[in-house]
């Protein structure tokens, strides 16, 4: 069964950790590869953007504006042109905090494959938590 595009799904995770942290530490493109499996196993700084070698090939990764916010939100392109919005939060709670990811639904993506994809971001949200408490 194939679901609508505009859905949307709200992933989040506690965090044992100052949430000025946790957002430093998510929204530096080049700790990507520690934790966001689906993006690949390395970036690099390239004339003027942060390319990741994805299994989908090359793939150019912008953050939002540093802010004091936690806004982390960050957009992916893959080699296509297709470009794709990562709506993410860092949101303090007491001594930590919960990291948020708003997984959305693309134009004509089976159930089945928006379940692979909420379960692909929960493991780079427990990736995150995983990290960054042990520390």
Do not use: K
């Amino acid at each position: 069964m194939t679901g609508m595009a505009g859905e949307s799904r709200h992933l989040g995770v506690w965090i044992g950790r100052p949430a000025a942290e946790v957002y430093d530490y998510v929204s530096q493109p080049a700790n990507l590869p520690e934790w966001a499996a689906g993006l690949g196993s390395s970036i690099e700084w390239i004339d003027g953007q942060w390319v990741a070698q994805s299994p989908l090939g090359p793939v150019v990764v912008a953050m939002a504006e540093p802010n004091p916010y936690g806004v982390a939100d960050h957009w992916v392109t893959l080699a296509t042109g297709e470009r794709f919005y990562n709506p993410m939060r860092v949101i303090a709670d007491g001594d930590g905090c919960e990291l948020v990811f708003t997984l959305r639904r693309q134009p004509g993506m089976s159930d089945a494959d928006f379940e692979r994809d909420a379960a692909a971001v929960s493991a780079d949200l427990a990736a995150v938590r995983r990290l960054l408490q042990t520390r």
